[in-house]
């Protein structure tokens, strides 16, 4: 099984409200990976758990937090939602570095 | 520095002809290439992947990819294309550190 799960699927929320998305995965992967994907652009990492290490791309450093409570989870947390939040967040993982990446459904965030 | 273009943002083609998405790549480590297919309103779904060897790998959907290291491409063909295969197609790149290098994406659309 290569599955992915993603929660919600869609998520409404107001600016300056916080927002939680959830990842979960059962393929005991070493690595987590959160992607923003907005219309015509490429995705765009924001940031992977290795094990229990968090990498954060420089550029997203403080509109992006995350925490992985265990191996299954990881979740993506924005304190406060601004409109250019609006977008396609997908997760990832794999195991090993160069292995496959293997994409849940997203959660499509839109901001007002 | 690593980088992917696919130079063409849209592909149209009729149902039944053949089919090349083009991928031109940039590293300056051991590439490690993938196509992924994005289907409406899905996640990013793995069609291939090349790592070594044989430099023609087959893929899912009778999908298959060309690696050339002279010419830092990793074109993705099909001999026939179905009207179910209109999708965004992603060429990506790893050098193995866990960062994935995506395309802009190519939207393919099949004209019944």
């Known amino acids: 099984d290569t599955t992915v799960k993603q929660n919600p699927r869609y998520k409404l929320a107001r600016v300056g409200k916080p927002v939680n998305l959830i990842c979960s995965q059962t393929m005991n992967h070493d690595t987590m990976y959160w992607y923003q994907k907005k219309p015509n652009q490429a995705p765009k990492l924001l940031l992977f758990?290795?094990?229990?290490?968090?990498?954060r791309e420089a550029d997203t450093f403080e509109k992006f937090q995350s925490s992985r409570p265990n191996n299954s989870f990881c979740s993506l947390y924005i304190g406060s939602a601004g409109l250019e939040y609006s977008a396609m967040y997908l997760c990832?993982?794999?195991?090993?570095?160069?292995?496959?990446?293997?994409f849940g459904p997203g959660t499509r965030l839109l901001v007002l | 520095a690593q980088s992917v273009t696919q130079p063409d943002a849209r592909v149209t083609v009729s149902e039944g002809a053949s089919l090349q998405l083009r991928c031109k790549y940039s590293?300056?480590?051991?590439?490690?290439l993938f196509w992924y297919v994005q289907y409406p309103r899905q996640g990013l779904q793995l069609l291939l992947k090349?790592?070594?060897?044989?430099?023609v790998v087959q893929g899912v959907n009778g999908f298959e990819a060309e690696f050339s290291k002279s010419n830092s491409s990793f074109h993705l063909r099909k001999a026939s294309v179905h009207w179910s295969d209109s999708a965004v197609y992603f060429c990506v790149l790893s050098t193995g550190y866990q960062n994935f290098y995506f395309g802009k994406g190519t939207s393919l659309t099949v004209i019944p």
């Open positions: 090349y790592y070594s060897g044989d430099p």
């Open positions: 758990y290795y094990d229990k290490i968090l990498n």
């Open positions: 990832a993982s794999s195991r090993g570095r160069e292995d496959t990446q293997y």
């Open positions: 590293s300056s480590g051991t590439p490690y």
